[in-house]
DNA sequence: GGCTGGCACTCGGTAGAATCGACTGCTAAG
DNA sequence: CTTAGCAGTCGATTCTACCGAGTGCCAGCC
């Protein structure tokens, strides 16, 4: 009604996002007790928490300067204050302290990447489990897509007379594969032969732009070869997207006690889809952290994202991501993800640094996020 | 107190599992009535009840001698009775009919087995979730072990000077992977020399059962192989297990009301080495459900599990398996599994159909369910 | 002017009493 | 053996009273 007033009461030079000292300590309060006691906290309690020097009742009439400037709520009159998406994100951004990780937890870190062996998904898969450990909230783990790639080998594997396997290594030591199904037998030669081919035309090219093939002269070959490109585009197709890994799912469980929101939220996670471009979108626009309605996602408006990237030598591979409610513990969430993601981006990269030129074909991400896929586990229906 | 006196009561020739037909039809209404409504019922409803043709008043006595015999339970004196463990099972095994799914889901099934592609993993991945979108309940694919598979292919591909991957491709179309870091460089032809060796040496036997590996002749050859082998191995040692695959997690929390129910049965899921197991039990014991506590896990004795095999040509390969609260709808989700369990036997055979005779090693399981392993995702810790 | 103590007020949560109603078990009659 | 009738049980619901945490406001103090 009368903009004017609101920000002439408003005391000091803050424009929307500042405030004083006073209110910026009383709401930092307000957020890490509620955080720690999930109940709406009031002025006496407030009065007496160390660093506030004040009494209840100046409490108070900040907290209602604070509640008109929207960064608190009352569930209902006679109750505390819970902090809103605005609260949230004062406190994430001026106020938590940097957040560090316990020594313990520094080692099992440190122990985990010293210990973690196997290939790139096994890898991203406990990774993921590791971090909803430290943390107590699920987690989740974006692999690099593989779009950058550049093929360092084709290979066709017969498995049977009329049936192959068209067997592709790219330059980050991911495999993709893809059944070949020939309507008449197929002698080893030729297998052989088209695959040799196959090979000739496509290494060192990326996974989305080979072709096309050419002949061999021999029309028998030339038929694989036509059979296996069908294949290769497929593969270009399909394997496009990034793979998601999910840890502790259950956790969200014990986040949230009511069973529609972990119903909800359970659902968005298992559309990997989504959850590739919700972490895409929160570290495109620069943020570590995504509150309530920041993103885009309804369903997930009682939840916090916590996000930090992955990146491999130097160029962004992946993220890592924490989801738990707006009360989440911000600053243990942050360093988690934080240490986690960059660690894994060491192994990632240690584990090819004996690479060669192949591959820092790292060129940038292209930015576009439509068109992303990734492998669906579970429903695929867009959500309810 | 007097089991004499019990049995006589009783009437018939029945032993413990017998029930006269009236019996069984009031325990088949109160068990119908429960699953569609979660409520205790009571005599009177069943009394309506179509093919009951006595008073309340007769089924109440009814009512207190299945109670006695463990097939009800009275949450409350005052309340209706609700079946027990005992009493889904005398359900599942005498009264529900085959259970037949409907015109549309059968389409649904048959369609999306017409369109699923991809390999092996995707196509596992995809069936959970169909499975899952049929039932409303949480869904598990377990895919067939590679154990009895033989070696078809081995490459080394070099991804760098010092690093390369051994990439080996199984009869049953399954790629496994492992990368391999020499301290030195190594050229490409002794990669090749090497990656020719082990084929010759690896070809045609199991992965558990590759080796030793004799030598070549040229020690810098030879070093690689020694090298190879170690990744040889633990490929042997790690991909061992089943693949899991879990569809529609968000189900659960439909099915149960209680959070800690829902918290409990998700990290069950987590631990995919248990579901194997679990699924492998139930099988092993003959069984397509197992109720509550017929299973030995503690945090699922609220839920029912419904599997069916997936065998490939006549040999079990897998399985396929349902979550959901004991009062679920047996007949649906017993028609639903052992179909789709059926059509992705039948899929995953096509695919193989031109398949020599390296496929058919198809030696049955061991039987033996220690060891196994599977690949995690989530939480590792062992059960709470 | 800003801070504080005091006070009236609000309102969710809890406890207890009354009521309701859906059951049951029992019994006596058909 | 079945059935109608009846007394009894007990969870669920409603209502009331009450408590207490917490608020907004105000008058007085520094």
Redesign the interface.
Known sequence: MEPVEERTRAEGPERGQLLDARKAAILEAVVSEYIGTAQPVGSQLIAQSPGIRVSSATVRSEMVALEHEGFLVQPHTSAGRIPTDKGYRFFVDHLADPGVLGPAQRQKVSRFFEQV???ME?ML??T??LL??LTSYAAVVVGPSHTTASV??V?L???????A?L?V?L?D?A?E???V??SVDVPEEDLRAAGAHLHQVANGRELGHVGPFGTTGDPDVDAVVAQAAAAFA?LGR?EEGEQV??????R???A?????T???V??I??QQLVVVTLLRDVLDRGLSVAIGAEHGFEALSSCAVVVAPVSIEGHEAGAVGLLGPTRMDYGHALAAAQVVGQRLGERLGA??????P??STGARRTGGRTGRRA???????AGT
């Open positions: 062996h196997g290939e096994e898969e406990r993921s489990g909803s450990d360092r080998s290979q594997v017969g498995l049977g007379p009329r049936l396997l067997v290594v330059s030591g495999v594969k893809r059944s199904d020939f497929a399909d890994f999910v840890g502790g799912p259950s969200l469980a014990v949230f006690d009511a069973v529609d972990v119903r909800s359970l659902s996670l298992e584990t090819l640094e004996a690479g060669g192949g591959r492998r669906m586990r579970g429903d695929e229906r």
